[in-house]
T-cell receptor, first 112, second 116 residues
Framework: RKEVEQDPGPFNVPEGATVAFNCTYSNSASQSFFWYRQDCRKEPKLLMSVYSSGNEDGRFTAQLNRASQYISLLIRDSKLSDSATYLCVVNRPSGGYQKVTFGTGTKLQVIP | DTEVTQTPKHLVMGMTNKKSLKCEQHMGHRAMYWYKQKAKKPPELMFVYSYEKLSINESVPSRFSPECPNSSLLNLHLHALQPEDSALYLC???????????????FGDGTRLSIL
């Protein structure tokens, strides 16, 4: 089993729809969590950190469920420009350092 | 605009060439990373420097040689690469690499490398 897993999609949604992605992690020592978006042939860009109490940034809401070991990303009122691959990143302490693990990414296509 | 700058943006080289990838950040970050990313895959960690010292080497072949001349610069020296090394090479930085740090990484826009 992979340490961090995501549904690869693609998720094809119409403009204006609400879409949610989940990301599960297997190591209970995981400590910090992030969502990145990556456009085709571009670098990953930090979308938002995920806090224990949940957090919102405009149309984007991130949540953490430690008991079930998953994080989620909710996008409301989808725009064409939201089309991208969404990567979850999970950090955990390991040998004095932070081990950074990427999920495989979920592809979102917003359709006119 | 990315705060981590990588050069060159594109590089085509033969298997016998020697070239270097460069990365620079001025955010005062003390941890810097090299990743390799193939199409439709997540980034794979190659090396991590913490306070200019190599802290993590993910069993990368010796034809890739990292160097951290100072806290702002990170290089990746390439020699005798193979066609399967063609990929997007990403540099990233974060504040520190300490075990309980919860800071995200910031990525440069990458060097697209093609080996002929």
């Amino acid at each position: 089993r992979k340490e961090v897993e995501q549904d690869p999609g693609p998720f094809n949604v119409p403009e204006g729809a609400t879409v949610a992605f989940n990301c599960t992690y297997s190591n209970s020592a995981s400590q910090s969590f992030f969502w990145y978006r990556q456009d085709c042939r571009k670098e990953p860009k930090l979308l938002m950190s995920v806090y224990s109490s949940g957090n919102e940034d405009g149309r984007f809401t991130a949540q953490l469920n430690r008991a079930s070991q998953y994080i989620s990303l909710l996008i409301r009122d989808s725009k064409l420009s939201d089309s991208a691959t969404y990567l979850c990143v999970v950090n955990r302490p390991s040998g004095g350092y932070q081990k950074v693990t990427f999920g495989t990414g979920t592809k979102l296509q917003v359709i006119p | 605009d990315t705060e981590v700058t990588q050069t060159p943006k594109h590089l085509v080289m033969g298997m016998t060439n020697k070239k270097s990838l460069k990365c620079e950040q001025h955010m005062g970050h003390r941890a810097m990373y090299w990743y390799k990313q193939k199409a439709k895959k997540p980034p794979e960690l190659m090396f991590v420097y913490s306070y200019e010292k190599l802290s993590i080497n993910e069993s990368v072949p010796s034809r890739f040689s990292p160097e951290c001349p100072n806290s702002s610069l990170l290089n990746l020296h390439l020699h005798a690469l193979q066609p399967e090394d063609s990929a997007l090479y990403l540099c990233a930085s974060s504040q520190v690499l300490r075990e309980w740090s919860n800071q995200p990484q910031h990525f440069g826009d990458g060097t697209r490398l093609s080996i002929l």
